[in-house]
């Protein structure tokens, strides 16, 4: 089984300061992560996914995420925020293993706000 | 991108009534559906994946004969909430993998809020 951990459940940040949300996961085999924003009442939106290959991973929106295995973190960053950028932030994580299970797994979400 | 829409976004019933909601694959074919429930500032939970042409497999806990799932066709899933009550109000949200693609990418819809009185 497979489990998310995002530490932070709110983020307050200024505009234009730089943003890191974390994510840790735990699982027994590989996976696949992804990063989800859902904005007010809205479904999810794709930010970035990592698949293999290079650890860091650029997203739409300026965001990018690394992934670190030893650390089973996948954290997602953007330099500078905007306004626009509030809304929620799922990470989530799909086992690799072939028949294995398509359900996502979600972490429980950080709220990011900007701030003027 | 691949598109997948939601109907309706908005829906207030009477306790004790059934809800339709629908879910569509716009510009793909999606051979899997998942059907989530999200509660106020919480996270995502799986109620149910559905298979085209077969019988959808559900999640521990949720109950099968409440919320009906229908995946007739290879771009509409249905989820119908029968004899909804006010526990049932929630956002339920339906995503989608592009058939065939392994890569684990799924396409949300815009959510859909239910709303029981």
């Known amino acids: 089984a497979q489990s998310v951990t995002q530490l932070d459940s709110q983020v307050p940040v200024f505009e234009e300061a730089p943003v890191e949300l974390r994510c840790n996961y735990s699982s027994s085999v590989s996976v696949y992560l992804f990063w989800y924003v859902q904005y007010p009442n809205q479904g999810l939106q794709l930010l970035l996914k990592y698949l293999s290959g290079s650890t860091l991973v650029k997203g739409i929106n300026g965001f990018e995420a690394e992934f670190n295995k030893s650390q089973t973190s996948f954290h997602l960053r953007k330099p500078s925020v905007h306004i626009s950028d509030t809304a929620e932030y799922f990470c989530a994580v799909r086992p690799q293993t072939q028949g294995g299970s398509e359900k996502l797994v979600f972490g429980k979400g950080t709220k990011l706000t900007v701030n003027p | 991108g691949a598109v997948v829409s939601q109907h309706p976004s908005w829906v207030i019933c009477k306790s004790g009534t059934s809800v339709k909601i629908e879910c569509r694959s716009l510009?793909?074919?999606?051979?899997?559906m998942f059907w989530y429930r999200q509660f106020p500032k919480q996270s995502l939970m799986l109620m149910a994946t559905?298979?085209?042409?077969?019988?959808?497999?559900?999640e521990q806990g949720v109950e099968k004969d409440k919320f009906l799932i229908n995946h007739a066709s290879l771009t509409l899933s249905t989820l119908t909430v029968t004899s909804a009550h006010p526990e049932d109000s929630s956002f339920y949200i339906c995503?989608?993998?592009?058939?065939?693609?392994?890569?684990?990418?799924?396409?949300f819809g815009e959510g859909s809020r239910l709303t029981v009185l």
């Open positions: 995503s989608a993998r592009l058939a065939g693609v392994v890569t684990g990418e799924l396409f």
């Open positions: 559905s298979n085209e042409g077969s019988k959808a497999t559900y």
């Open positions: 510009d793909f074919q999606a051979t899997t």
